[in-house]
């Protein structure tokens, strides 16, 4: 496949976009408006893209995956965000999840993990964050002391996506307290049944209410070293290529979110008629529109790049990555607004899905980074 392919969908990218365009308008949306209402993780959400093998469509077919490209797979995260980002969320965070692992993990450690995932049988989480340790991920405070051959795990993650709901969680932790900062820390593979591993409550948040979000409460839990990912004092290293690659995929959900939110505004505004006319006869309304669909063709394109970038691995991905993922939700957050906007009082209410989705954008200008970081990422990149 030529760079230009990678950039330009092809026949096979648009036709993965048609099947996951009918699961999702099919099984997914549904019972969007329900799972932001009750919060609660979309059950069906999860079965239907298990069916269609778009749950974590990124793991290689030596691992039992379809071997989906990154453009591929930000195209099903993109479609899902259409109707529902709560699921979108499911074969994004797998792929966020598992990408430690595919990036540094042992050929042992990929085959134990990563092809029960592809079968659908479990859901992987990733524990960077802590209470004071979000944008400095560097001071964190979460230990992993030597024991043998294994690893006594202490400590907290905190803002965990699918919490709960995943059987493994990739966790960063300090194994030489006293090393250089940023060298010193480790990535190991926790299980949700081991002893002294244990969730705080459920978060309650402003949006993404069907995806839970909890800490990660460790109590002594002892780690088999041969669940190590990488080398020792490798983690962070490992921890910021991962967000390199999976900043792309909030992209791709910011972009399916506003493409939610344009499509049903424009649906309004030609049935709504005020004065004797549709309201989208009105050139206030027109050039709305115009600037809201302007602007998300510009992020999905930027996206679209820099998925080739991911696919590659490209020297400039750090850049694109953070570019994409800062544009795309910035440009979400204000479409979803603007969509609110076009459908008056009734965008207000939730019998109408706009301020679901108005809601649900704003986190993606926080996670994996927040957009201040991104644009740190972006200048240092420019100052190399």
Not at 5 to 18: F, G, M, N, S
Not at 135 to 161: E, F, N, Y
Not at 247 to 270: C, E, F, M, N, S
Request: glycine share 8%; proline share 4%.
């Amino acid at each position: 496949m030529s760079d230009f392919d990678l950039y330009r969908p092809t026949e096979e990218h648009e036709a993965i976009r048609e099947a996951v365009r009918e699961i999702a308008e099919d099984k997914i949306a549904p019972h969007a408006a329900e799972t932001d209402e009750t919060a609660t993780f979309p059950r069906a959400s999860y079965d239907a893209l298990r069916a269609g093998d778009f749950h974590a469509p990124h793991i290689p077919e030596s691992y039992g995956g379809v071997g989906a490209d990154a453009l591929a797979t930000c195209i099903v995260i993109e479609e899902v965000a259409r109707v529902c980002a709560s699921s979108s969320l499911i074969p994004a965070v797998n792929k966020l999840g598992t990408m430690p692992l595919i990036l540094a993990g042992s050929e042992e450690v990929k085959q134990r993990y990563l092809a029960p995932v592809a079968r659908g049988e479990a859901m992987f989480s990733y524990g960077l964050s802590e209470r004071e340790a979000g944008s400095d991920t560097a001071s964190m405070k979460t230990r992993a002391v030597a024991d043998g051959d294994d690893w006594i795990l202490s400590g907290q993650k905190s803002w965990i996506t699918n919490a709960g709901e995943s059987a493994y969680y990739t966790v960063m932790a300090v194994t030489d307290p006293d090393g250089p900062r940023g060298r010193n820390v480790s990535a190991f593979v926790v299980h949700a049944d081991d002893p002294g591993f244990s969730l705080g409550e459920p978060e309650r948040k402003l949006g993404i209410k069907g995806s839970p979000t909890r800490e990660l409460l460790f109590d002594n839990v002892r780690i088999p070293g041969d669940r190590l990912v990488g080398a020792v004092g490798e983690g962070l290293r490992i921890a910021l290529r991962t967000l390199d690659h999976t900043r792309v995929t909030i992209g791709a959900q910011a972009v399916g979110i506003a493409q939610g939110a344009l499509d049903y505004a424009v649906g309004y505004v030609k049935e709504r008629k005020q004065f004797g006319t549709a309201i989208a006869d009105f050139q206030g309304i027109q050039f709305m529109l115009a600037d809201m669909a302007m602007k998300l063709e510009a992020a999905r394109q930027m996206v679209y790049t820099a998925a080739a970038k991911s696919e590659r691995g490209d020297d400039d991905l750090s850049f694109f990555g953070a570019a994409a993922k800062c544009f795309a939700s910035d440009v979400a957050m204000e479409i979803t607004t603007e969509a609110v906007q076009l459908l008056g009082g009734y965008g207000y209410t939730r019998d109408y899905p706009v301020e679901r989705m108005m809601r649900d954008a704003k986190i993606t200008q926080i996670y994996e980074g927040t957009n201040q970081i991104q644009r740190v990422v972006m200048a240092r990149q420019l100052l190399k």
